[in-house]
């Protein structure tokens, strides 16, 4: 299927996965264009000495733009997208993540590009709230039904994707990742410091189970899936092997850390009205506060899910254990002095 010849096309480029993503495209032998905006910190890219690849400047809200950047191009990796901000309106959200969704494909058809492949980056937040967690793997089958902004936009980028693809015949596979970790995950800054300070408090449940997945295994998950004929047509949850709880997540953290985990928790009615305070004192000045509900959201849910799909179809295998994969981000992290 694949070709010295052949082009990835790789939007949201710049971004955590997406920087992951261009490097592990490269060393398979692909040639890579990085989709990036003029604004975008793209210190990390340009460090990157292959002839193989480049930057263009675009935007997924910027039709014209991708009209230049779809031509001659052989696959897409459609990685552009919101997930962070708080104090921004809902429309924002719905503008990048499902018209800019739709831009990408509609550019492709504009420019009359037979894709082998274009590879669509959803979340399992497109499930959304669970009534029975404790005795809940989710798998593909489980019905959509998100809960908040991001997820809502997440899903319905996802529906329109593959309602494009049928509509103009356009091979297509998206990708549900959990909650993703490694090396250049600057999410977690605030998070490890806290820990670090021993400032951090767990919230709620000792009993919430995720099921963090590596980057590096996420980007193998996106290749296997890119390279697959056989995937088109279906979605994919990707996460690591093993469900840990949150409280057993952040001792890991810890003990990286060489400090003692905090113990102290408290009940979420008391923190979640305290939250929603502090989102609204920051909207003032117009700044991201430190803490939101959406972020205390990911300590009050339990999650897990079923691989076994990926595995089968995709020959998928997450080689990174919570313990060596956390061991190399606080690695970096050191390295960068950011905590």
Same mark, same amino acid.
């Given at each position: 299927?694949?070709?010295?010849?052949?082009?990835?096309?790789?939007?949201? @480029?710049? #971004?955590?996965?997406?920087?992951? %993503?261009?490097?592990?495209?490269?060393?398979?032998?692909?040639?890579?264009?990085? !989709?990036?905006?003029?604004?975008?910190?793209?210190?990390?890219?340009?460090?990157?000495?292959?002839?193989?690849?480049?930057?263009?400047? #675009?935007?997924?809200?910027?039709? @014209?733009? !991708?009209?230049?950047?779809?031509?001659?191009?052989?696959?897409?990796?459609?990685?552009?997208?919101?997930?962070?901000?708080?104090?921004?309106?809902?429309?924002?959200?719905?503008?990048?993540?499902?018209?800019?969704?739709?831009?990408?494909?509609?550019?492709?058809?504009?420019?009359?590009?037979?894709?082998?492949?274009?590879?669509?980056?959803?979340?399992?937040?497109?499930? #959304?709230? %669970?009534?029975?967690?404790? =005795?809940?793997?989710?798998?593909?089958?489980?019905?959509?039904?998100?809960?908040?902004?991001?997820?809502?936009?997440?899903?319905?980028?996802?529906?329109?994707?593959?309602? !494009?693809?049928?509509?103009?015949?356009?091979?297509?596979?998206?990708?549900?990742?959990?909650?993703?970790?490694?090396?250049?995950?600057?999410?977690?800054?605030? %998070?490890?410091?806290?820990?670090?300070?021993?400032?951090?408090?767990?919230?709620?449940?000792?009993?919430?189970?995720?099921?963090?997945?590596?980057?590096?295994?996420?980007?193998?998950?996106?290749?296997?899936?890119?390279?697959?004929?056989?995937?088109?047509?279906?979605?994919?949850?990707?996460? #690591?092997?093993?469900?840990?709880?949150?409280?057993?997540?952040?001792?890991?953290?810890?003990?990286?850390?060489?400090?003692?985990?905090?113990?102290?928790?408290?009940?979420?009615?008391?923190?979640?009205?305290?939250?929603?305070?502090?989102?609204?004192?920051?909207?003032?000045? =117009?700044?991201?506060?430190?803490?939101?509900?959406?972020?205390?959201?990911?300590?009050?849910?339990?999650?897990?899910?079923?691989?076994?799909?990926?595995?089968?179809? %995709?020959?998928?295998?997450?080689?990174?254990?919570?313990?060596?994969?956390?061991?190399?981000?606080?690695?970096?992290?050191?390295?960068?002095?950011?905590?």
């Amino acid at each position: 299927m694949k070709s010295n010849k052949d082009i990835v096309l790789v939007t949201g @480029a710049n #971004g955590f996965i997406g920087q992951h %993503l261009v490097i592990g495209l490269l060393k398979k032998g692909y040639k890579v264009s990085a !989709l990036v905006r003029k604004t975008s910190n793209i210190e990390e890219l340009t460090s990157i000495n292959d002839k193989n690849f480049k930057v263009i400047h #675009g935007d997924v809200t910027d039709y @014209a733009s !991708l009209l230049e950047a779809t031509k001659n191009i052989d696959f897409v990796m459609h990685l552009a997208g919101v997930i962070h901000p708080v104090n921004v309106d809902d429309s924002f959200y719905w503008n990048v993540n499902v018209k800019g969704t739709e831009n990408v494909i509609k550019a492709c058809v504009e420019n009359k590009i037979k894709l082998k492949k274009f590879v669509h980056c959803s979340s399992v937040s497109c499930f #959304g709230n %669970l009534k029975d967690p404790d =005795n809940t793997v989710l798998d593909e089958s489980f019905p959509c039904n998100p809960e908040n902004i991001y997820g809502v936009t997440k899903y319905n980028s996802e529906l329109v994707a593959f309602d !494009l693809a049928k509509k103009y015949n356009i091979p297509l596979t998206a990708i549900r990742p959990g909650r993703v970790y490694g090396p250049g995950d600057y999410s977690l800054k605030p %998070l490890l410091k806290l820990i670090k300070k021993r400032l951090f408090f767990h919230v709620g449940s000792d009993k919430c189970y995720m099921m963090p997945v590596y980057v590096d295994d996420l980007v193998n998950a996106f290749i296997l899936a890119m390279e697959n004929p056989n995937a088109t047509g279906n979605a994919y949850i990707i996460t #690591g092997s093993d469900a840990i709880t949150k409280r057993e997540f952040t001792n890991i953290v810890a003990k990286e850390l060489n400090v003692k985990p905090n113990k102290l928790s408290f009940p979420k009615y008391f923190v979640i009205p305290s939250v929603y305070l502090l989102e609204k004192f920051f909207l003032l000045f =117009n700044k991201e506060p430190p803490i939101s509900r959406k972020k205390l959201r990911f300590f009050l849910s339990s999650r897990r899910y079923s691989i076994d799909k990926a595995k089968k179809e %995709l020959g998928y295998e997450p080689k990174e254990n919570i313990i060596n994969g956390m061991q190399k981000t606080i690695e970096w992290y050191n390295q960068k002095r950011i905590i």
